[in-house]
């Protein structure tokens, strides 16, 4: 996608002023190869890929924070463990959103146990939301605060396994299309 579809495509939907400062002059493969912050690659894909994609993909960011969790705390693997279930079919939504609230509630420990967990809670609420580029979103920042505060190379390690996942910039057919024309 050209930097003016790409551009025109982000104000359509309320991509943040930081990152559209930050595009420049970029097209989206450029984009997606040069971005440095895996939240807005992981919202970037809340537009474009199947939910259930999109959730596979913030567990595996939000399991790069379980190291921060204390040993003895399981509500945050146990969250990530039951929205990849749902992805794929093995969970319902009843028992990911009691999943997620167990994780949300895990916040209480340790500051960056407490990141890991709302890391974890908002990946499963991905699963669960109606508005799923909300909640991805949602996921994705947490994702991204964990890394922030744990490490810049867990920020790494989550773009490494985004970009695992989509090689090249995904795009929706419907976006793409329009390009076309």
Not at 154 to 160: E, I, T, Y
């Amino acid at each position: 996608m050209n930097n003016a579809a790409l551009r025109e495509f982000l104000i359509a939907n309320f991509a943040c002023q930081p990152a559209l400062d930050w595009l420049g002059n970029r097209d989206s493969d450029q984009m997606w190869a040069e971005c440095q912050r895996p939240g807005w690659l992981l919202w970037w894909a809340s537009n474009t890929v199947p939910r259930r994609d999109l959730v596979l993909a913030a567990c595996d960011c939000a399991e790069t924070a379980l190291q921060f969790v204390p040993a003895d705390e399981h509500r945050p693997r146990l969250a990530i463990e039951t929205a990849r279930r749902w992805a794929n079919g093995k969970a319902t939504l009843d028992e990911v959103a009691a999943a997620a609230y167990a994780a949300y509630a895990a916040r209480a420990a340790a500051d960056a146990a407490a990141r890991a967990a709302y890391a974890a809670y908002a990946a499963a609420r991905a699963a669960y939301a109606a508005d799923a580029a909300y909640a991805a979103d949602a996921a994705a920042y947490a994702a991204a605060d964990a890394a922030a505060y744990a490490a810049a190379d867990a920020a790494d390690a989550m773009l490494q396994l985004i970009r695992q996942r989509w090689p090249q910039c995904p795009i929706r057919v419907d976006v793409a299309s329009q390009e076309e024309q």
